[in-house]
């Protein structure tokens, strides 16, 4: 379980952006089986597309991830070619769905713009998952005691306390660094 809400706090954005995609894909589901003919055909193509959007998401998080490791030119180099990789495979797809005919390609792109959606929708539900593990799960609580201890913390980790106790060691080294320099000028001063 503690190996769960790890992953869960590692990729709390993709996993959200998940739940939203399945989310709109069975509303779309219930709507293909409510409204339109030929189900099963439609409904692969549904779900090829949200499957495909979810790797999309995935793909885009480690995109991302590997883009940060680069300097400036690099990362957007990284990013440009992990937007063709991602926009080739999905035209592919698109064009083996409407080429061969086994799912219907506008459940395939419907299945696609879940991602988008999702995305719309990803702070809603990251609202609701916040509810949902507070009331579910009680070190909630103790987490955010934790947080609130961090935010006392510097961006180096000190403690208002800490950081004090090394500025006055840091001075008093800095008093003794400088008595010595001078007297460097001054026996620098006789080699003159």
């Known amino acids: 379980m503690a190996d769960l809400r790890k992953k869960w706090a590692e990729h709390k954005a993709l996993t959200e952006l998940w739940i939203g995609i399945i989310l709109l894909a069975v509303t779309a589901q219930i709507i293909l089986l409510i409204f339109f003919d030929r189900p099963g055909y439609r409904s692969l193509g549904l779900w090829m597309g949200a499957i495909t959007a979810g790797a999309m998401a995935w ?52 299945g696609l713009v879940c991602l988008k959606l999702a995305a719309y929708a990803e702070p809603f539900i990251a609202g609701i998952t916040a509810k949902v593990c507070a009331g579910i799960d009680e070190e909630a609580a103790d987490n955010a005691e934790a947080k609130k201890d961090d935010e006392d913390r ?9 950081r004090a106790a090394l500025d006055e060691q840091v001075g008093r080294m800095s008093e003794k660094y400088r008595a010595e320099i001078e007297k460097m000028r001054e026996d620098f001063k006789g080699f003159k």
């Open 59 to 110: 793909h885009m998080e480690r995109t991302i991830v590997r883009s940060f490791g680069c300097d400036e030119k690099g990362a957007i180099s990284v990013m440009r070619m992990g937007a063709l990789v991602r926009f080739f495979i999905m035209t592919a797809l698109m064009a083996l769905t409407a080429c061969f005919g086994f799912a219907d390609p506008l459940s395939f792109f419907a």
């Open 154 to 162: 510097d961006a180096f980790g000190y403690t208002p306390e800490e």
